[in-house]
């Protein structure tokens, strides 16, 4: 069974638009999304810190897009409808990846902000996929969603894959890896188990 870091890799490279995460492991799925898409501007957003660049250090040596990026974050609030204006207008022209965490308290059709917020996501899937305006360049964006909680809003019920796997932290690994290890009588060095504990993550309990 393919890991769920070549399953992001491959909904990234076919543009999905949407994908939503229900975990408990988001630290995990964030390294994930991030190593999967190394190559790409990743963006975060909560509704603590707003908008974080996660992988500025990548764009050490590209001033154009450094400088692009640097500038409107520094006049970024931490709200949602903003930082979907932002990664809007940075998807235009860059390949870019952006994670909303806690993602179900920004779903609740009842509430008139995220009401907004939910249509304009819905824009943005539009634009991914070309259809929102005539003539216009689709965006370079993938959405994900992350959450403990699964809150699909019906406007973009049909737009979302959504992976609802709980997968074990670096330390569990390391734990299911000595259990294993003891039972078969087998010793690894540190350096090896830290390298298979790498190779594991993104696959299930039951697939390590």
Known sequence: MKSL????????????PIVYFRTDEEIEVIELISQAAADYLLFSYDEIDG???????????????LLRVRNQLESLKPDFLEALSFIRDISRSERTIFV????????????????KSIRFIKNLVNEIKGDLVEDEESLLLSIFLISDKLLIPSLLEKDILVFEADYPSRDEIR???????????LS??????VEFVSALQGLTRSEI
């Open 175 to 185: 734990e299911i890896l000595d259990e294993f290890l003891e039972m078969q009588d």
């Open 51 to 65: 908008v974080r660049w996660l992988n500025e250090r990548n764009y050490k040596n590209n001033r154009r897009v």
């Open 5 to 16: 870091q070549e399953d992001i890799k491959n909904v990234i490279s076919a543009l999905h």
């Open 100 to 115: 909303v965490l806690s993602a179900d308290t920004l779903m609740k059709e009842e509430n008139p902000q995220s009401q």
């Open 188 to 193: 690894l060095s540190d350096e090896l188990k």
